[in-house]
């Protein structure tokens, strides 16, 4: 078993030689992350999905802590919302940016005062204030979708990701895997894109790729169904990228 040392000092050895550390499942999750997984205070429907969406590990691999300032992209029906506004505590916050109402989240942040709500569209500002981490999950795909100018969504996203992180900060990305050599031809069919044409298009926005974990990879599947499709839903093979924004930059 990969214990905390081994693994920082796997992911310590990797930097230097330049290569992604690969993250597995086994690192140890903080106590901060286990007791907001545990949390009474979460869903029981949010609970019924944690199987298949192992957050435990997924928050430890972004390395989210208590204080934190986080700002969450697409938050959807806020299931990662209300993770973490449970980890960052009353002394972190969680800026949830959606370009559509979200209901679910706005509910969650009438009891939960670390959380707020802003309605913005591709390119905007993020978070009134720097933050530690920018955070989206199964959305990157969907950014492709949509135009911003003469662009698509995606690179005015990763701008903005990358003006609203603090030196040092985390940009947390996953997504459904597409086919190999797909890039980003499946995003509006399949909803899915290729790993290697994130990493390409996020670090041309000034990041560097830190880690990635196969915690939510599932070999099984092909990647030539939707996402959506009965028995796949939730199975999905899914990249998990972690990159860094320099410490030297501003």
Do not use: C
């Not at 370009?99 to 569209?121: E, L």
């Not at 005015?156 to 940009?171: C, D, I, M, S």
């Not at 790729?209 to 028995?231: W, Y």
């Amino acid at each position: 078993m990969m214990n905390r040392r081994m693994f920082g000092a796997g992911a310590a050895a990797a930097v230097l030689l330049g290569v992604p550390f690969l993250a597995t499942a086994t690192a140890q999750v903080p106590r901060a992350i286990a007791d907001a997984v545990a949390s009474p205070e979460r869903p029981e429907a949010d609970k019924a999905r944690d199987t298949d969406r192992r957050p435990a590990e997924l928050l430890a691999f972004a390395g989210v802590r208590p204080g934190w300032e986080v700002a969450e992209l697409a938050p959807g029906g806020g299931y990662f919302t209300r993770l973490l506004s449970l980890v960052v505590g009353e002394q972190g916050h969680v800026h949830a940016n959606s370009s559509r109402p979200v209901p679910a989240v706005q509910t969650w942040a009438q009891t939960h005062p670390n959380v707020s709500v802003q309605m913005t569209t591709a390119g905007q500002v993020i978070a009134p204030e720097p933050v530690d981490l920018v955070w989206t999950t199964q959305n990157y795909h969907d950014f492709k979708n949509a135009k911003v100018g003469d662009g698509d969504a995606a690179a005015a996203t990763n701008a903005a990701a990358f003006a609203a992180l603090k030196p040092g900060g985390v940009y947390l990305v996953s997504d459904h895997q597409g086919a190999p050599g797909s890039g980003a031809t499946q995003t509006s069919t399949l909803h899915r894109i290729e790993d290697a044409a994130v990493i390409r298009e996020v670090e041309a926005a000034g990041f560097r790729l830190e880690a990635r974990s196969d915690i939510l990879r599932h070999p099984a599947d092909d990647h030539m169904q939707k996402v959506f499709e009965t028995g796949l839903r939730g199975k999905t093979d899914q990249f998990v990228l972690r990159f860094r924004k320099p410490a030297t930059a501003r």
